[in-house]
């Protein structure tokens, strides 16, 4: 146990690095600087405020400045584009928002993935099999953004129902977490029905049977659990999708999130923003992909930790 955590942990922090590193050189690769739509600025000012934030020195000088600040005092710097506002400021103001659609999606997706699922495999062959997989078909080709401006066309414009951006109310929720969840809810619908329709073909389902279990308590106390394997180990990429799908969606419905900050800062060339946004989630990510690993051994004790692949 303990040298699956040291090893997860070392994996994940030379993964954080490289993360910073590739960031870090790939924005300033972008033609311009923060202040090139600056306009009528005049030469000594501009030299002054780039100045301001070490962008006068040499790219490595800056870039171990950036680590040093980082690894020793957790300071992501201030915002070179939202004067006056640190960077950890920003994030901890925004990240509520994002979280909060995030685990709703997260909710959403599962319980009505993988209820959809085991409907549709207990049906196989039938009309609401087919019907509930021409759905998820459907679900998993259309893109977040496509759904998200056709629920806003049908729901707001025209039944005029659901409002089409803001955040604060409940019904404000309704359509962005809609638009995220249609995909993934189609995706572990697909994949919650393929696994249950294997797992019912096993042996020990069959002497389950034969020894006079019902129905009702083969399906939930031993195909359910075992069909839910697949689904838990999805989890990890399912919250990094969450988290990058929302970037557009939080965009479209004017939604005060951190995926929004994102956006707008790698428009606006703000360095330290798009670090400080980028470690956050990655961080974020791989503390949720170890959490997943560890539910994945607890559902399936055939595991051991230490032969997991990192």
């Known amino acids: 146990m303990l040298k699956y955590i040291l090893r997860r942990l070392f994996v994940s922090v030379v993964t954080i690095f490289v993360v910073i590193t590739i960031?870090?050189?790939?924005i300033r690769m972008l033609p311009g600087d923060p202040f090139t739509s600056e306009r009528d600025v005049p030469t000594t000012v501009r030299a002054n405020?780039?100045?301001?934030?070490g962008l006068d020195k040499p790219l490595h000088q800056q870039y171990f400045i950036y680590l040093k600040n980082l690894v020793t005092r957790g300071d992501m710097g201030p915002s070179m584009k939202l004067r006056s506002r640190m960077v950890r400021d920003i994030i901890m103001y925004s990240f509520p928002a994002s979280a909060k659609i995030g685990f709703l999606v997260v909710l959403a997706s599962m319980l009505a993935g993988v209820n959809i699922g085991v409907v549709a495999a207990m049906h196989q062959g039938k009309f609401l099999d087919r019907f509930t997989m021409f759905?998820?078909?459907l679900g998993v080709t259309i893109p977040n953004f496509v759904l998200a401006n056709l629920l806003i066309f049908f729901f707001s414009l025209r039944l005029k129902i659901l409002p089409p951006t803001g955040y604060g109310e409940t019904r404000h929720l309704i359509l962005p977490v809609i638009a995220l969840a249609g995909y993934f809810t189609a995706f572990i619908a697909r994949l919650t029905r393929s696994k249950y329709l294997e797992v019912i073909q096993q042996d020990y389902i069959r002497t389950a049977r034969a020894k006079g279990?019902?129905?009702?308590?083969?399906v939930f106390k031993h195909a359910m659990k075992n069909s839910m394997i697949p689904v838990v180990t999805y989890l990890g990429p399912l919250i990094a999708n969450v988290l990058t799908g929302s970037f557009v969606i939080e965009t479209i419905f004017a939604i005060p999130g951190l995926g929004r900050e994102f956006v707008l800062s790698v428009s606006n060339r703000d360095y330290t923003l798009v670090l400080g946004v980028s470690i956050f989630y990655s961080t974020?990510?791989?503390l949720c992909n170890f959490l997943v690993d560890a539910v994945y051994v607890l559902i399936d004790p055939r595991?051991?930790?230490?032969?997991?692949?990192?």
């Open 23 to 26: 960031i870090f050189f790939l």
């Open 49 to 53: 405020m780039l100045a301001s934030f």
């Open 135 to 137: 759905l998820a078909t």
């Open 213 to 218: 279990l019902s129905w009702s308590s083969v």
């Open 284 to 286: 974020f990510i791989i």
């Open 303 to 310: 595991i051991k930790l230490e032969d997991t692949e990192v």
